[in-house]
């Protein structure tokens, strides 16, 4: 569909594109991380591509690879009609220099997607004025999203009330055990049942 | 002793004075579902607003990792839960671009139907809320009353009034009901005479447009360049419609306009919305006398679409396919879609991941009114404190969205 | 609450007829005019504006008037899903209430957290704080969110402190049937399987004439 805006790309920025696609109709280009402020600037500023919305920042993990982390930015012009989805691999294992530079300065909507991207899958922005959590409280450890997180791992802020002080029972009731739901494996991590989480 | 009256010169003698914190909490009459703003106010006037999202943040992404790609069609409802049904039909067109898969004619026409009722729906709610937050009750009764309408018909196709459920891969859950086209042709009348009522009588109102005009104005570059679509931006006069620029279903088969806003102030942003329930009436009357009244809803693609209830009970395919597609779900090839259609406050986009299994790897929404809302802290600069409520209610925030 | 009513009861006797009389007023009023506070958070907020909407009229019960404020409330609709940020929130507003107060769970995320089985969902409000009635439903509908509070007044009326749990109208075990009848369908689903209704004949026929159990009946 904007196969243009993927060779203007490669056109420009070489081997700094290191992979293209166009599967069902998106056409993507993974940028080497470092280049990441470059590619967005050149996006943003050259008039025949002219991507004035940013619609969207994601992370996407992949633990089983190494860089582990995909922050994937979605792009499009409102006067040109064209989308370009890009996307950065950061990250290793343990998450370390999981870091980009932070495109707040080219579209102030990044702002709080960028926070969002750091709250949920941990990959720092550099630049960004005001990098904290969005969604999660700052009393909170981890970022949910990654995929060695566990779904069901509370932090509670308020300590839950004891079955002693409420003088009901408050867990599931029968025939409701701690291990109801799905016995069939989803992939992912087995699920361990740790009550000392509830 | 010295004089009291002595001559001072302006500015001379300064009062200490500290700028005022203070927290409209997560818990608020006017904070729609959950947003917390911590304001540091200097008399009436906002010198800074820090908008905290997350209140409502229900790990939405994370439970789609651990379910069915048709098990996310609840989670999906929960977002925008004013239309519940446009959440449903925008998941429902990215899995099926996932999986290369188009919808029957007649289930377009029903999918549009459906999707611009709920639309109706969320306007009404916006407005309504709007104006009782500003003190005008009645106005609030009456859009409520309406959306029951809505509610009403949208009971008798999916069975629930508000989080339906009701999208398949490949379809929807129930062909219309015999009568679809009798209600929905009998309502709308109504529901466009109340919304006339409502206007008549916060349009004349002094009170009313002076709190909304130039108030939280925001131009139209600005508006872009933080990410607004849908309404607010439609407001600040920049006329993006996804339904016009990048049609789907049958949208460029019918006729609608697209209202555009001048001043991108709060009461643009009101009128807007009431503008497009009057084009979204017009696309339901167009969508009914288009839908045929015979054929299939549902495409029949086996590996995503459920066999007929017969013959999984008198058959041992139908049972195996069935249980195959309820126990490990549908088998969406392995890759990633960003899909986008236009849901009550702008662009409502999907950017799925999918590893060739029946468990989605990774659900992404791209929220409108998170980018909407990411905004709020600059319309709020050097306003009072009074303008907050309008200004947000314009923004039509909803929690579930924001929050995902 | 119980502090209320001891400090009506006359010393060194047993509840006595008076003091019974002025338990049933001061029941019967808080009943009637109860002030809500309603922490809205989700999706159930939506019906819960339907409930103040002509049809379901919320008034009628006395129910209607929200006091934003929790020093002036007494009783708290806890509306939809409480996330972890929002528990301390949740926490502050209970015990910013004065007594007698009393809670309303609406909808499953807040009886018990819903589908959010997560890291970021409190599994029911009662983890937090104590709950009088349960209305599950996702989203409940408007009438049995008006039972839920019909439920709550007679516990008010009855000084009663257990919790209760909505029950929907007609508890679909209790039929003979046992088959959800589905809306739509202008057939009774057995017609359509003909070894299930030529089962079920056979089987009354070896049962013999049997009093049939009356509707709504629980078994």
New interface residues.
């Given amino acids: 569909m904007s196969q243009h805006v993927l060779d203007k790309l490669k056109a420009r920025f070489g081997t700094s594109i290191l992979e293209t696609h166009s ?4 056409d ?1 280009a993974v940028v080497e991380p470092s280049q990441w402020k470059a590619v967005c600037q050149y996006l943003r500023e050259e008039p025949a591509l002219d991507f ?5 920042l ?1 992370g ?2 992949y633990p089983t690879r190494i860089p582990r982390m995909e922050v ?1 930015m ?1 792009l499009y012009s ?1 006067a040109k ?1 064209h ?1 370009v ?1 890009l996307k950065a691999r950061v990250g290793d294992e343990e998450m370390s220099g999981a870091e980009l530079d932070s495109v707040t300065s080219i ?7 960028e926070r ?1 991207v750091w709250d ?1 899958s941990g990959v720092r922005f550099n630049g960004h004025p005001d990098l904290r ?5 700052p009393e909170f450890e981890g970022h ?2 990654q995929k060695t997180y566990p ?1 069901d791992r509370t932090q509670p802020l308020v300590p839950y009330r004891t079955e002693e002080e409420a003088g009901l029972p408050l867990g599931k009731l029968e025939p409701f055990g701690p291990d109801e739901g799905m016995p ?1 494996g ?3 991590l087995p699920r361990v049942v740790d009550h000392e989480d509830d | 002793m010295e004089p009291l009256d002595i001559d001072l010169e302006e500015g001379e003698l300064e009062l200490p004075a500290d700028p005022m914190h203070l927290n409209m ?5 006017a904070m729609h ?2 947003v917390r703003i911590v304001l540091e106010l200097s008399g009436e006037t906002i010198v800074k607003a820090d908008v ?8 939405f ?3 789609s ?3 069915t790609w048709a098990q996310v069609f ?2 999906v409802d ?1 977002l925008n ?2 239309s519940p049904m446009l959440n449903n039909v925008g998941y429902a067109l990215a899995v099926e ?2 999986c ?1 898969i188009a919808v029957p004619e007649r289930c377009q026409w029903y999918r549009m139907v459906l999707g611009e009722l709920a639309r109706i729906s969320d306007h009404l ?1 916006c407005d309504g ?1 709007m104006a009782m937050e500003l003190g005008a009750f009645t106005p609030f ?1 009456w859009f ?2 309406a ?2 309408m809505v ?1 009403d018909i949208l009971e008798e196709e999916t ?1 629930a ?3 339906h459920s009701f999208g398949r891969i490949g379809g929807m859950a ?1 062909p219309p ?1 015999r009568d679809f086209k009798g209600l929905c042709r009998a309502a709308l009348p109504k529901i466009l005479e109340l919304v006339e009522q409502g206007e008549k009588m916060l349009l004349k109102n002094r009170i009313f447009i002076e709190r909304l005009e130039s108030v939280g104005v925001i131009s139209g ?2 508006a ?6 849908g309404p607010c931006l439609r407001a600040s006069g ?1 006329a ?1 419609d996804i339904r016009k ?2 049609p789907y279903l049958r949208y460029d088969e019918v006729d609608f306009d697209v209202p555009i806003g001048r001043s991108g102030d709060t009461l643009d942003r009101f009128l807007v919305r009431l503008a497009e329930i009057r084009q979204s009436k017009r696309i339901i009357e167009q969508s009914l006398e288009r839908m045929a009244d015979e054929g299939p809803i549902n495409c029949d693609d086996p590996r995503v679409v459920l066999p007929d209830k ?1 013959d999984v ?1 008198t058959t041992i395919e139908a049972t195996i396919q069935h249980f195959k597609l309820i ?1 490990e779900g549908a088998k969406v090839p392995k ?4 899909s ?1 259609t236009e849901g009550g406050n702008g ?1 409502l ?1 999907y ?1 799925l ?1 999918s590893d060739g ?1 029946g ?1 989605p ?2 659900v ?1 929404i ?1 929220p409108p009114c ?2 909407i ?3 709020l802290s ?1 319309l709020l600069e050097s306003r009072m404190l009074s303008d907050i409520v309008p200004t947000f209610g314009s923004l039509n925030m909803i ?2 969205e924001c ?1 995902h | 609450m119980g502090d209320v009513n001891r400090s009506l009861t006359v010393t060194g006797s047993e509840q006595g007829f008076a003091t019974t009389r002025v338990d049933a007023l001061l029941g019967w009023a808080r009943k009637y005019s109860l002030f809500a506070y ?6 159930c ?3 819960f ?2 409930l ?4 379901f009229d919320l008034a009628r019960f006395g129910a209607e008037a ?1 006091r ?1 404020s929790p020093r002036q409330a007494d009783l708290l609709w806890v509306v ?2 409480i ?1 972890q ?2 528990a301390p ?2 926490r502050r ?1 209970y015990e910013q209430m004065m007594s007698p107060k009393y809670v309303l769970a609406f909808g499953t995320c807040a009886s018990t957290g819903g ?7 409190v599994p029911g409000i009662d983890k937090i704080i104590p709950t009088d009635v349960y209305i599950p439903g ?2 409940p ?1 408007p009438e049995a969110v008006l039972d839920g509070l019909m439920l709550l007044q007679d516990r008010i009326a009855r000084n009663e402190r257990r919790p209760g749990v909505v029950k929907p109208r007609v508890d679909p075990l209790s039929s003979v049937d046992g088959l959800v009848k589905l ?2 369908s202008a057939q009774d689903p057995r017609e ?2 003909p070894e299930l209704k030529r089962e079920e004949e056979a089987a009354m026929a070896l049962a013999g004439p049997v009093a049939e159990a009356p509707p709504g009946a629980k078994r």
């Fill in positions: 599967d069902f109709g998106d993507t004035d919305l940013p619609v969207d994601c996407v993990d994937v979605h409102i009609g989308r989805r579209w102030p909507g990044m702002n709080w997607l969002e949920m959590r969005i969604l999660m409280y949910p999203l779904a069939f989803r992939g992912g | 909490g997560p818990s608020h009459p579902g959950t905290q999202i997350g209140y409502l943040h229900r790990g992404e994370k439970m990792e651990r379910g609840p989670y929960r839960y004013v671009k996932l290369g709610t809320a009764l409520v009353k959306r029951e509610w069975g009034r508000l989080t129930n009901s570059t600005d872009v360049a933080l990410g607004w679509t920049v993006y620029a990048h017969m009970y126990m890759g990633e879609v960003y986008y662009e986009g950017y991941v299994g468990t790897y990774r992404r791209r998170f980018q809302t990411g905004g600059k929690g579930g929050d | 309603p922490f809205v958070t989700a999706c907020g939506m019906e504006m339907a103040t909407s002509p049809r929200p934003f939809g899903t996330s940020r929002q929130a949740l507003i589908f959010y089985d997560n890291y970021t969902t996702c989203p509908r809306r739509r359509l399987v």
